[in-house]
């Protein structure tokens, strides 16, 4: 699939550390580049790797994390799936792989925070995306975001993991009072706890046209919903476009790291989508999800084989 691409991060107005980073790997065996240099197309048969993650813990205990994490996802994806011949993929075998990648991940920081005792405590979110077979599969941890733009519609893809999200779901705060809320930004997940965590897992039809971004909350804790899809509507480069939203979170304060990842999704080998097509996200784990149908499937075989 040829995918066009931009990314940027910036420590923002108030931090002197920037803790955030981002990846975008071919998943072709070339060692992951983490916040570096970008190609600007790739053609991708093994899966594109996108991920965006924002690291905690103070002094360079945050940086380590993110870029900890991300590297981690994508050495354990190669590996697992990435380098598997075409004949043995599978969307069950991707899910697995992408859960597990996940895993690694967070257990990747903790090994770093109990082996530096000026790290102990660090952290960071995930939110990344496998672009693959015409699908975007999603992995999220904490409350970096991703969204995707068609023909003039925003929609948020992942669920934030923090508290004021749980007190908006329980209806004991507003998605207004949310955004000022004194402990917004209190995640309940991040990779490096020393608990296990659960990756959140999705799926979505990718459609052409489509503007996939990904971002930490230094971007979408500044730039509201309405305003993104008005940048997003002005159809400029993957470039440009990215440059207009860190100058507009800056305007509103930059009061964190913004780091922001956005693929426009122009293959002509995807579908055009259909009138009134909205991005729909499904949960790989539901009862009547193809891919847990063919996980049990599979597991009944190998239990029935004893």
């Known amino acids: 699939m040829l995918i066009d691409y931009a990314a940027l991060t910036h420590p923002g107005r108030v931090r002197k550390n ?10 072709d065996g070339e060692e992951p580049q983490v916040s570096g240099p970008l190609r600007s197309r790739t053609i991708c048969k093994n899966g594109l790797l996108a991920a965006v993650a924002d690291g905690m813990g103070g002094a360079a205990a945050g940086e380590v994390a993110s870029r900890e994490g991300l590297a981690a996802v994508a050495v354990y994806l190669f590996g697992h799936w990435g380098r598997l011949p075409e004949a043995e993929v599978s969307e069950p075998l991707l899910i697995e792989a992408l859960r597990g990648a996940v895993e690694e991940a967070s257990k990747a920081v903790l090994r770093w925070s109990d082996d530096d005792r ?8 995930l939110t990344s995306t496998l672009i693959w077979n015409g699908c975007a599969y999603l992995a999220q941890i904490g409350d970096s975001r991703a969204y995707l733009f068609r023909r003039g519609e925003l929609v948020q893809l992942t669920t934030d993991q923090t508290l004021v999200h749980e007190m908006i779901t329980a209806g004991s705060l507003t998605p207004e009072q949310a955004r000022v809320h004194p402990q917004r930004n209190m995640i309940t997940q991040a990779l490096g706890c020393p608990t296990p965590i659960i990756p959140v897992l999705g799926k979505v039809a990718l459609r052409r046209g489509d503007r ?5 909350d230094g971007l979408h804790g500044e730039v509201d919903d309405g305003r993104l ?15 207009l ?29 259909g009138q009134g097509e909205s991005p729909k996200v499904v949960d ?8 847990k149908a063919s996980l049990m499937g599979r597991l009944g075989r190998m239990l029935g084989s004893r």
């Not at 000026?118 to 979110?125: D, L, N, P, Q």
């Not at 996939?212 to 930490?216: H, Y």
């Not at 780091?259 to 426009?264: C, D, M, P, S, Y």
């Open 118 to 125: 000026t790290a102990r405590g660090m952290g960071s979110t």
């Open 245 to 273: 939203m860190l100058e507009e979170a800056l305007k509103n304060g930059g009061r964190d790291n913004i780091t922001a990842l956005l693929l426009a999704l122009d293959d002509p080998a995807l579908l055009l989508p």
């Open 18 to 27: 920037n803790e955030d980073a981002y990846l975008v790997n071919a998943l």
């Open 212 to 216: 996939l971004l990904i971002c930490s």
């Open 284 to 291: 790989p784990d539901s009862p009547d999800s193809d891919v």
């Open 229 to 243: 899809q008005a940048i997003l509507a002005q159809a400029f480069s993957p470039r440009r476009t990215l440059e």
